[in-house]
């Protein structure tokens, strides 16, 4: 009755008759309270009256646990986790012990605001908590931050809890996270299959391929659906394993499991690397299995074929597909993107006319895929071709995007605004691609700016990213600095361009302290993520600063902020710093110390750091402790051999392949092990492996080939190259591409047949043109040097190794005023040359030089060994070529000019410094010159020394007075 009568009377004229009427008047009270609270929300449903009873009831009496429990969970009905969160702050003020009701209220308050503070309070409480409760919190915090408290309440998490966990470490990328959940699910209750499959994709998609095999095995034989093997056979080919791949897909077949278009798509990258005895059946097999969707099939063929640049098996291809399914839209895309890169305008032009017939209309994506092949034809070819386009009603804003990018990169700045105009005259509406190329220009960007606005086009995160990662890839970094200004006025807050910025610090001319204040500023605004840390400390280590180094990574240890992520590219930035192997040992110690898995990135930056030095004790080492661990990486034989050959032992990398087992022979590791002879010239032996590999049934592919021309080229093998070169379509079925080619023009220019050469090169390649003003150098040839110097101009107005060549040129024809007027050029452009420097390695400890070193402290003896040499060289027969030095001195001291060269010295402390006969390795930051080259052969000569010697090209290797490169250099 006394409840009952609450429907009628108010709480304060209850409250005293209750109060006399019972044993306990303060219980009955909080009851009677209780549920006038609960009444006010039933019937009104504002939650602002209910909170203002709350308020006036306990003026004079405390509200309980109980009370604040009903109130609470009046605030989760109406979905105000503000309030409820505020109610829990308000019972921590007043000391009031929270019921478990009121945690579990606030736990779901917290989730949906994603308040991480109280998240985080409510974990320290070490509550017993549920599979339910953690479900909540976790979408709060992040699985590292409740793994602990998860180890320490030794509670059994649910299935729907642990996947949960295991997707949401994905994102984060940290093996050492998930192998951690893990043992903790593992240690609680057994694997089910599907937690086990989300293991399986989740060590696949961060990376961790050894992991995710070793997750498959243990589940392989088990009833799994499509899904779990098409991650399986993904992994597998990601590590180039494609036997086990087929192996998977005929267990797929057995367990009569149907293979969706993601099995076929992994097992058609997997074909090209199979013999032709398994690729060519399973090709027939997909081809069956696929009857409805003969076009997809065809397709993922034509393109995997275009990614290895095998455009005449790609045409072979298309010819077959022709008469077994009905090319469409995609088909004609992709064959005329494979012409288009080649500039094949006849064969575009063609298959232009034969659309009609495979039932395909042009659409307009096929018009600009035309239009962007006439570059290579040049900007009269381009022009014309945009011009008819223009007069058929083909264009569209993607057209004129391709015209204003082309005459941008030939720096017709003036022209591409016109263009830009015209764009916006004819009604069509400017993209922010559009912008995007036209603030690659050199001008106008304030002007484009005020466009962009006035069309209300604003630039996306992404698209700053992307334009500010090519400017500081040319080293404008006024220009991404004032992208960034622009990007933070437009409200865009991203991180990722201010790390782009702070990595390009590495770059020379930019300081340490310059990277310094950036990272600060970075710091000041909150932009600082992992990546960011990384970025700092591959440009410390690029730069040389090892306290700063010491003292980050100490306080990212202490904030247990030391990932191997971070510590993989400090690895990177030591590959770029002098003496770096003591440092990295350093580190790779520090990772083992702070209990920090090592993957393959690591030992594969180890092995940089080990190549860049010419360390090979260090690159053993590394090999020693990846098999001492058992470890099995998928690009680990191939790394390791390219490390040796770097690092200046040939000899080693040849002796790992062949030790290598028959299945771990892949093109990648015979390509390289091609690439050790080439490199150093003992093309005899290249040509007798490559018949093995052949035999071997390895394919090459358009990689191979390129370092087989290479090798010829090293030895002027003119007339193999060109063979080679004219042949490989009919013997390879591999179309010769740009990189091809410009190794044809290396050799013939090299041979002074320049003429020739040109024909070869690519008119929008610098490097090619490079190539052609470096051969006029050699055969002072200065109607063709100046062409390619005009043109280097042109395409690349800062390339300061031009101006040097042309200006040798014109030394060595006694055009003094002309050699004067091009480096008085460099001044006026702000140009600076590269210092040369050379580094070799003695008992563990490396050397460094620069032109005319005075810092080292056996300078003085060491160039008193090179004067020395020098009379005995003099004695047989050799003379200073004076040539090589473009400095404006007397003719006595260019003598002495190049007896200061970096790598005379370090020759000279290596023969001081070791005992006879003890090959040297020496390294070299530039091209040798001449007459360093014709002094080096000599000195292998009256010292009967090996002296290996790389610069920037190619490898030399003298011994009694000659070169490995026989007059070819």
Known sequence: QMFASIQHRPIHSLSTSFVRSNRNPHRTLCRVLALDLRKSWDEQRDLNTTVNLFRQSFRSTNATPEHYGVLMKICNEAKDANRTIALWKEMQQKNIRPTFGAFILTLNASAASKNVEIARELIQQNRRLDSIAYTQLLKVLPCKELLPAMEIDRFIPDDSLCLQLIRSCIPERDVNLVLRLEKFIVSRRALALSLSTTFLDAYTKIGSPNEAIRIWESIRGKPLDTVAYNTAINVYQSVGKHDQV??????????????????????????????????????????????????????????????????????????????????????????????????????????????????????????????????????????????????????????????????????????????????????LQPTVVTFNILLGSKSGHQEFAQEMQRLGISLNSITYQKIIENLCAIGRFSKAKELLRRMEEQGLKDVQPYNTILAAHSASGRTMKEAEEFFCMMKEKNLVNEHSWSSFLYVAAAKGRTQVLKSTMKNLRDQNQATVYIYNWLLKGLAKMRNSVPVAKSYLLSMSRNHIEKNEFTWQAALEVGAANGDVDFVKSIRDQVNMLKLCYANFNNDLMDAFIKAGSPSDAINLFDSLSVEERDERVWTTLLTAYGNFRDVSQMEERFMEMQNAQIPATAYTLKKLLHAYSHVLEVDKIIDLHSKMQEKFGISPNSQHDGIVADALSRSNRIEEAIQFIDPANVIHWMTILGACRKHLDEEHGKLAFEKIKELDPENVASYILMSNIYSKLDKKKEAAAILQSVKALGLKKIAGESWITLNGEQHFFTAHDQTNPLMSKILEFTQDSLKKMKEEGFASDLSWVTKDIEEEAKENDLCGHSERSAASLGIMKTDPKTPLVIFKNLRVCGDCHVYTAMLSKIYDREIRLRDTAVWHIFKNGECNCKGSY
């Open 246 to 427: 087929i192996q998977l897909f005929r267990e797929m077949k057995q367990a009569k499991l149907t293979p969706s278009q993601v099995t076929f798509g992994i097992l058609l990258k997997s074909i090209d690397h199979l013999p032709l005895s398994v690729a060519e059946p399973l090709m027939q097999e997909i081809q069956i299995q696929l009857p409805k969707s003969a076009a997809l099939f065809w397709n993922g063929k034509l393109s995997n074929l275009a990614k290895t640049g095998q455009v005449s098996q790609m045409e072979a291809t298309f010819i077959e597909m022709i008469r077994h399914a009905t090319p469409n839209e995609v088909t004609c895309s992709l064959m005329l993107d494979v012409y288009a890169n080649r500039g094949e305008i006849e064969k575009i032009q063609d298959l232009f006319q034969k659309m009609p017939e495979f039932g395909v209309v042009a659409n307009q994506i096929h018009h600009n895929i035309r239009l962007g092949a006439y570059r290579s034809q040049g900007m009269d070819k381009i022009l014309s071709a945009f011009n008819d386009m223009k007069l058929k009603h083909q264009v569209d804003v993607t057209s004129y995007n391709i015209m204003m990018n082309a005459l941008i990169n030939v720096r017709r700045d003036a022209e591409a605004k016109d263009l830009f105009r015209e764009l916006v005259e004819s009604g």
